[in-house]
């Protein structure tokens, strides 16, 4: 097939993996939601750099004529491409294919904690974060299972990220409502706290101040970043 003659020019001028990552436009990794897969418009040597891999859905060893199908490329990040999913046999049958599925509808995520109070009031970052398969779908529950089992999806959330989680919990019992409704009595000089115009503008200034609290996180969400999942 010569295939390895088709990706050795970093040119983006000519048809090579880093055009293919820029007109994908897939910024974080399908496979885990947790690392940025973009092209790197530095140079080295000479040659382009990525940020991400380039992964063979189905691989090239068993499937030789997919290795230039572009539907079988995943843009994904090195550790779920070669340190999780490998060579592992994976297709659209038993797992998640990121071009027509998604999961993110079908799971949430839960912690547990020994003492939930102590991690919130003092940071202890000593939560154990689960994924829970909410989908009623059989056949989809399946390839969900299939996918957070071949990426160790449940094991690097678990072990990496309840710092993340102790942080965002942190900050929403930190700024209450009741605190955030205290700021807006402090801006407002009515006479009359009792009157209805008081309570609507006491209302807009509350919601405003939420707003700016969860503004970084809103944004992650928003924007499809690392992590949207998780904060979702």
Sequence with gaps: FKYDKRFTNDNLEK?????????????????????????????????????????????????????????????????????MKNQDKIGIDTHIYPYTDSMEEDIKFSIETDSFMDNIFTKNQ??????????TDIEKNKKIENSLKTFKLREVYKNSHSKYVGDLIHNF??????????LGEIFLEDKDKDSKEHQEKLQILNDNFQEIIKKPYTDKIEKGEPYNGLTI
């Excluded at 897969?37 to 140079?43: C, M, W």
């Excluded at 000593?126 to 909410?134: G, L």
């Excluded at 019992?173 to 205290?182: D, G, I, L, N, V």
Aim: proline share 6%; net charge positive.
């Design 126 to 135: 000593n939560i154990n974060i689960d994924i829970d398969v909410i989908s």
């Design 15 to 83: 048809w090579c993996r880093n055009l293919f990552l820029y007109l994908a436009n897939i910024t974080v990794c399908p496979y885990c939601n947790r690392q940025y897969v973009t092209k790197f418009n530095g140079i080295d040597n000479g040659k382009k750099r990525s940020t991400a891999d380039l992964d063979h859905f189905y691989p090239q060893a068993q499937y030789p004529y997919l290795a230039l199908s572009l539907y079988n490329f995943i843009p994904s990040c090195h550790t779920c491409n070669s340190t």
């Design 173 to 182: 019992q930190k700024y209450p409502k009741s605190y955030t409704k205290a």
